[in-house]
């Protein structure tokens, strides 16, 4: 605990001269704390050019081996033919590929899901709620609240409220519902019929449409499932005895009888079954479509419980087999793929692969990716630009104001790294005979004029260099004694990823210099804070030394005889 002082018998500003001396004695932690943030500020910039070397090593990883270098590009004459991909070891040339069928998918079709409604079945429960209002038969009107029965053989009904109607309105025409095939027939005894939907869609869902004659039946039979409701209120082809499973392609799918049709689709779609099965609501049937082309085939069983297959009416589907690719390469003669992708081994090209879309014949034709060569120089241009931009800022002398200075202008580790790198970069591997390309400066890379780094001023030299002479530029970046990629490579490791590399190095003795001088301020704050607390102490004592003086001589001046 500090002692107050605060000369009040002295007359000295006690308070004050502790905190100035204090604040004398704390001028040498002041410039160690300088010098630590110099310090850090310092280790903060080395590690900024270790991440930019190591960046810059990363970059040279895409033209550091030949293999890098086997960059290919495909290009088709008739893209609507299908679509080609190449790797590195796809060779330069073209070919003609003519399509003359293109794999299909293998689908397998249910027969009608749902039971053939009964005549006794009302309007609401077979068409839902959709169906009530008017619709018209030759301008006659007719309306269902969907109470109706289909057909209860008396006016009351569908079709004795629909006949009714139209013998009402004097028109000779009639409509029967065929309770065995789900099928409403409209037949008129001359004039042509004239169908027409006002609120209700009876006459959609039914299928009956105008076709300019005296008879309109309905284009499919009746009674649909509702994909979103519960199974087990369904009027499907069969009643579902229980909860169980069904097996697609060897794969058991779960299911309860509390699901919806759509659930269970979706469960069998997003299985290892490898088909995508779907209700088609105007067919009445469920469809399992291969999610592979070709000519594979699709298996449907109940599981160990359950009867789905009988109750969707699986049991009397039909398979139509996909149909496979066949194809020609150079007009010879023809082959055939499963499905519509046609591998190197299919078309006999090494690493080609061509996905057919539609019959036809296109010219496929191979090339060095020029571009794609091209681009990973630039990117590597870049990003040796970068790095040697970020070492200049951090080492450059302002000879006209030091303070302009980089960072790190006073350490020196780095003063020569610039240099180095640009050597590398543009150093001269050893010719081969005749060589025509032995140094950065053939492929149109060249040295700026006022800093280290380069720039690719003739675009043209370089494509050129790779398009003819691809096999030199290989050896200028990959050779393993002056190569640019190892030149620079080599750099880096003595300067950044080395085993005692000049950075790490660095930077361990800036660790222990800042661990130096934190050891140092607080040492040097211990000693400090006790000669704050020694002058506290004095100051007090001096204080209580006056005021007994001060007492004293009160005593003694009242103790004098009076004059």
């Known amino acids: 605990m500090s002692i107050s002082v605060g000369g009040f018998f002295s007359g000295l500003d006690t308070s004050s001269i502790v905190s100035q001396l204090t604040a ?321 081994l299919e078309l006999g090209k090494n690493g080609v692969t061509f996905n057919a879309i539609e019959t036809g014949t296109t010219t496929l034709t191979t090339d060095v990716d020029v571009t794609g060569i091209r681009n990973n120089i630039e990117s590597l241009i870049e990003q040796y630009n970068g790095t040697q931009n970020l070492v200049d800022s951090y080492i450059r002398i302002d000879t006209n104001d030091i303070t302009n200075s980089g960072t790190l202008s006073a350490e020196g580790s780095l003063t020569f790294l610039p240099q180095e790198l640009r050597d590398a970069f543009l150093s001269t591997i050893n010719p081969t005979s005749g060589a025509s390309i032995v140094t950065a400066l053939d492929l149109g890379i060249e040295s700026n004029s006022d800093d280290n780094t380069v720039t690719l001023s003739d675009s043209t030299a370089l494509e050129n260099a790779l398009r003819d002479n691809l096999d030199e530029v290989i050896s200028l970046f990959t050779d393993f004694e002056s190569g640019i990629a190892n030149a620079i490579e080599n750099t880096i490791e003595a300067y950044a990823t080395g085993i005692e590399n000049v950075i790490e190095n660095r930077r361990e003795a800036i660790d222990d210099e800042i661990q130096r001088i934190d050891d140092e301020i607080e040492l040097t704050e211990a000693r400090v804070e006790a000669e704050r607390v020694f002058l506290e102490s004095q100051f007090a004592l001096l204080e209580q030394t006056q005021a007994q003086t001060g007492a004293f001589g009160s005593i003694l001046s009242s103790s004098l005889p009076p004059t």
């Open 24 to 344: 004398l004695n704390r001028i040498p932690i002041n410039l160690l704390e300088i010098e630590k943030s110099e310090l850090n500020t310092a280790d903060e910039a080395y590690g900024f050019v270790d991440s930019s070397l190591e960046s810059l090593k990363d970059k040279l990883s895409s033209v550091d081996d030949a293999s890098d270098f086997d960059l290919r590009t495909v290009s088709t004459s008739v893209s609507t033919v299908g679509t080609a991909s190449v790797t590195s070891s796809a060779e330069v040339g073209s070919f003609s590929l003519e399509i003359t069928q293109v794999a299909t998918a293998s689908t397998f079709t249910s027969g009608k899901s749902s039971a053939i409604p009964a005549a006794t079945d009302t309007v609401s429960n077979v068409f839902g709620s959709t169906a009530v209002g008017t619709f018209t038969i030759n301008n006659v009107e007719i309306t269902l609240d969907g109470t109706e029965q289909l057909d209860d053989g008396a006016s009351t009904g569908l079709v004795g409220k629909i006949n009714q109607a139209l013998t009402d309105a004097g028109e000779s025409i009639s409509i029967a519902y065929a309770s065995g095939t789900g099928l409403f027939t409209i037949t008129s005894s001359s004039q042509p019929l004239i169908v027409s939907s006002g609120t209700s869609d009876f006459l959609q869902q039914a299928q009956l449409f105008n076709n300019a004659s005296t008879s309109i039946t309905s284009s499919n039979s009746i009674g649909r499932i509702n994909a979103s409701s519960a199974l087990s209120g369904q009027s499907l082809a069969a009643s579902l005895t229980s909860s169980g499973s069904i097996v697609i392609n060897g794969v058991e799918v779960s299911y309860t009888d509390t699901d919806t049709l759509q659930n269970v689709l979706d469960r069998i779609t997003l299985s290892n079954a490898g088909v995508a099965a779907s209700y088609d609501n105007y067919n009445d049937q469920v469809i399992f479509t291969a999610k592979d082309r070709g000519s594979n085939s699709i298996t449907v069983a109940n599981g160990t419980t359950g009867n789905l297959v009988e109750a969707l009416n699986l049991n009397s589907g039909t398979l139509a087999v996909g149909q496979t690719t066949k194809f020609k390469v150079d007009g010879g003669a023809e082959r055939e793929s499963q499905d519509q992708t046609l591998t190197e």
